[in-house]
């Protein structure tokens, strides 16, 4: 089966969408489908290349603003692939109109997955664009949809609140366990990382760290991440003149071996988030053996059941209250956290589990679309 995965940059500036896509990618393959990544060119696409090793990548020239994702000859490129099932990765650009129109010319299977672009945080931002998107492409794209996928049952909520569908399938990111896990006896330090936005809500981590007196008592936060200039600006700004004098540190973007030697260093990961799909660091640091913080917005509620994360609130003084439980946790304590996240991560999430259910819902939807046609 030739699957076409559609998505707006085949890079880091994709934030958690490209983890999720070339992991996704690299699972077909795996399994002897050909995935064929379709994205928009961007300066970054050679530094990520190599996360798509072996797999077939078109990129097209972007024409007008960035934002819109209006990219010059994409409806060519997919259908000169041949596609027999195109899955569109994330939302509100013009590559929606683009699948649209695949699907309403070839007649084959079209999956969206919006990657919590309809979570009620996200929609209520920048209201006028999406307003536009709506009414000029979303809701023909939304129409034209063989299924839509959830990468939880929170989103698939969202998706059929703001779309009327209820062809809804819930499977969530994979993620690939490395042979060295973390070390949950390393040096107290918290680890942030991701994307620079105000959606992750790093400004108010920033303030509770204080809050908490964490750096007093001897706790590390190392933020690692990439974002718009005014957003890492913001930061720099709240983060003041002496970081390191407080116990904080930001690195800038950190990726591949570096941000693996991170999270095997972290005691911890936090995210503090008001809006997520369902976030790869999370499933990244569960992977490595290492516990999180993290807010109900994650839409992990796997790992509160299992001991993996401390759940915060979204206000400073919430997150400082989970910053402190964190370090009043006895170091037995760590290690037991840190073998149920590895234990989450090698099960429901893994890459083996997860792939068997993505190759078995695109044979299925295959077939349910030939045999309406037929």
């Known amino acids: 089966m030739r699957v076409g995965l559609l998505t707006a940059w085949a890079n880091r500036a994709n934030g958690g969408v490209f983890e999720a896509v070339a992991t996704h990618a690299a699972m077909l393959r795996e399994r002897g489908m050909t995935p064929h990544v379709f994205a928009l060119a961007h300066p970054d696409d050679e530094r990520d290349r190599a996360r798509f090793d072996g797999i077939a990548i078109t990129t097209v020239p972007v024409l007008g603003p960035a934002a819109l994702g209006w990219g010059s000859g994409v409806g060519r490129a997919l259908r000169a692939a041949d596609l027999d099932l195109l899955h569109l990765h994330g939302i509100w650009t013009h590559l929606s109109a683009d699948g649209a129109r695949w699907a309403d010319r070839t007649g084959r299977p079209y999956v969206i997955s919006p990657h919590g672009m309809l979570d009620p945080w996200i929609v209520g931002r920048g209201r006028a664009k999406k307003a536009l998107a709506r009414a000029w492409f979303e809701r023909g794209s939304w129409r034209a949809a063989s299924a839509f996928h959830a990468l939880t049952g929170a989103e698939a909520g ?27 006896l390393s040096p107290p330090t918290v680890l942030s990382i991701g994307r620079i936005h105000p959606k992750k809500n790093i400004l108010a981590l920033v303030e509770a760290w204080r809050e908490a007196g ?39 973007p950190v990726f591949g071996d570096d941000k693996e030697r991170l999270l095997r260093a972290a005691r911890c990961v936090i995210l503090p988030s008001h809006s997520e799909g369902l976030p790869m660091a999370i499933l990244e640091a569960w992977a490595a053996g290492v516990p999180t913080i993290m807010t109900e917005a994650s839409h992990l509620p796997e790992g509160f059941a299992a ?19 964190a370090m009043d946790l006895p170091e037995a304590e760590w290690a037991v956290r840190a073998r149920a996240a590895r234990g989450l991560a090698s099960g429901h999430f893994s890459t083996e589990v997860v792939a068997a259910r993505w190759i078995a819902f695109y044979r299925e939807l295959a077939a349910s679309v030939k045999g309406s046609r037929g």
């Open 158 to 184: 969202d998706i059929a609140s703001a779309t009327g569908r209820e062809a809804i399938t819930v499977i969530p990111n994979g993620i690939a366990i490395p042979e060295a896990a973390g070390l949950p």
């Open 307 to 325: 001991g993996a994360a401390i759940r915060i609130g979204a206000r400073p003084d919430e997150i400082a209250e989970g910053l402190r439980v």
């Open 214 to 252: 964490a750096g007093k008592r001897g706790w590390k936060l190392v933020i690692a991440g990439w974002g718009a200039d005014s957003d890492v600006a913001a930061l720099r700004a709240a983060l003041g003149a002496a970081p390191e004098a407080e116990g904080m540190t930001f690195l800038g």
